[in-house]
């Protein structure tokens, strides 16, 4: 398992890379407004400020601001991932593991 290390500043700002499972799909310009939504809906919830914002077919780039006194980007993420996944259709395979943990095939 990965050991990563964070530095957790409230307030900060924040550069990430974001990839899809299979890096040959174009999933994510493919379906471009639904990944919009899920942006959108969590900025709703849970505020934050896009600096940056770049997306590729199989991956995206972003840079973030969070609010004074949040450090918490990893509940975001989790967020528009999970939004972006359950508003796909439902064609994705699975394996064995992920269909049992109830995840989806994307991230």
Same mark, same amino acid.
């Given at each position: 398992?990965? /050991?990563?290390?964070r530095?957790?500043v409230?307030?900060g700002c924040w550069f990430?890379t974001?990839?899809?499972l299979n ?10 407004e ?5 942006v959108?809906?969590t900025?709703?919830?849970h ?22 006194? /949040?450090a ?9 991932k999970t939004?972006?996944a ?5 064609n994705?395979?699975?394996?064995a ?7 989806c095939?994307i991230?």
């Amino acid at each position: 398992m990965s /050991d990563y290390r964070r530095a957790f500043v409230p307030g900060g700002c924040w550069f990430f890379t974001v990839n899809l499972l299979n890096r040959r799909k174009a999933l994510l310009t493919d379906q471009i407004e639904i990944l919009r939504d899920a942006v959108a809906a969590t900025r709703r919830s849970h505020p934050f400020e896009i600096d940056a914002f770049v997306v590729l077919p199989d991956h995206l780039h972003a840079i973030w601001q969070l609010p004074p006194g /949040d450090a918490n980007f990893s509940v975001r993420w989790r967020l528009i991932k999970t939004r972006f996944a359950k508003a796909l259709p439902a064609n994705e395979p699975l394996s064995a593991v992920r269909a049992a943990r109830n995840e989806c095939g994307i991230w």
